[in-house]
């Protein structure tokens, strides 16, 4: 299975680029930056890794971006990412940024943008990977600043396939972002955003009615409320589902108690990501290993949770076709 697994061309729909810095990179990026980092060693900051909710994680990671200052940095985060998922693979990327993130850091917007375009291009040339790019607004932050960060960014809205919604869930219904998202349609931009991680099912049906998503990020809670699901199978809407980050999160106990069977059995369009790789315990080979022994799922489920990710990835048409 696991050669099967690692063979398998894997197209991964939710994860955060900065979710991608290696405690070895980070390390590396805070000498190169004279950035003093919290830990004495990469074993350390490793150790450091272990989370009761979103919120405790969230901290970590903010942190850990901290190091990343220059274009260089965000190219090296990119492409590190981009070459260990190419040696799992991953042949398609769509991948969230949180500039609000960098620019609160002082890092500008083009610093970030041609870190992470270069890498892209890169990837496409000397990979054969390709990516698509979301730039995903932080909802614990005011719903005005999310607003100015999409004007800001009108050099890049041709170069974007969506924007997206994330960081802490609670509280901070979708209904918060309304006016960001309706600019972004205006715009003729694709929008997704994170729904029912540690939020309530009503926040699925809010992103959907409210923020018009094409797909939800997460989704696993949907299952508290059985009108949600039926509109969830019924609109066929993708569940980008990060089964070993909803354990390092404790969005679940361990992974046996996942709800992804039942998704499944429901009749929902799920794929499978890895969200945040370096702090959750592993990229795509590893989320598919674990749910392999999990679940005990033969081939033909994994085929098929590959076909729904090709089905929803942002790719040309040909590129889709190359896929399938
Ligand atoms: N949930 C919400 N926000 C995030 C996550 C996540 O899993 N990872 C990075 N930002
Ligand atoms: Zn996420």
Same mark, same amino acid.
């Given at each position: 299975m696991h050669d099967f697994l690692r063979d398998l061309p894997k197209v991964e729909l939710h994860l955060h680029i900065e979710g991608s810095l290696e405690p070895e990179l980070m390390f590396a990026l805070a000498q190169r930056n004279g950035i003093d980092l919290p830990y004495a060693t990469v074993q350390e900051a490793k150790n450091a890794y272990l989370f009761s909710n979103l919120q405790e994680f969230l901290a970590l990671y903010f942190q850990g971006m901290n190091v990343l200052r220059k274009e260089e940095d965000?190219?090296?985060?990119?492409?590190?990412?981009?070459?260990?998922a190419r040696g799992e693979g991953v042949v398609h990327i769509d991948m969230h940024f949180d500039p609000q993130a960098h620019l609160q850091r002082g890092v500008p917007l083009d610093v970030v943008m041609s870190g992470l375009l270069k890498a892209k291009q890169v990837?496409?040339?000397?990979?054969?990977?390709t990516i698509g790019l979301i730039m995903a607004f932080l909802r614990d932050r005011? *719903?005005?600043?999310?607003?100015?960060v999409l004007e800001q960014a009108a050099p890049y809205w041709k170069m974007?396939? *969506? @924007?997206?919604?994330?960081?802490?869930?609670? /509280? /901070?219904p979708p209904a918060k972002f309304v006016d960001l998202f309706n600019r972004a349609k205006q715009l003729g931009l694709v929008r997704v955003a994170h729904a029912g991680e540690e939020g309530p099912a009503e926040y699925i049906n809010e992103a959907l009615d409210i923020l018009d998503v094409q797909? @939800?990020?997460h989704g696993v809670r949907c299952l508290e409320s059985d009108e949600v699901v039926a509109r969830l199978r019924r609109e066929q809407i993708v569940l980008t589902v990060c089964p070993l980050s909803n354990v390092s999160l404790k969005v679940v106990e361990n992974l046996r108690d996942h709800p992804l069977p039942k998704l499944l059995a429901e009749g929902l369009k799920v794929t499978i990501s890895s969200d945040d790789p370096a702090y959750f315990g592993g990229g795509m080979l590893s989320n598919h290993m674990a749910c392999a022994e999990a679940f005990g799922w033969d081939k033909s489920v994994f085929r098929q949770l590959t076909f729904n990710a090709i089905d929803e990835a942002f790719v040309t048409n040909d590129r889709r076709e190359e896929l399938r």
């Open positions: 965000f190219y090296d985060l990119a492409m590190d990412y981009f070459k260990r990837a496409a040339e000397t990979l054969d990977l005011p *719903a005005e600043e999310a607003l100015h974007l396939d *969506a @924007i997206g919604l994330d960081s802490a869930e609670q /509280n /901070n797909r @939800i990020d």
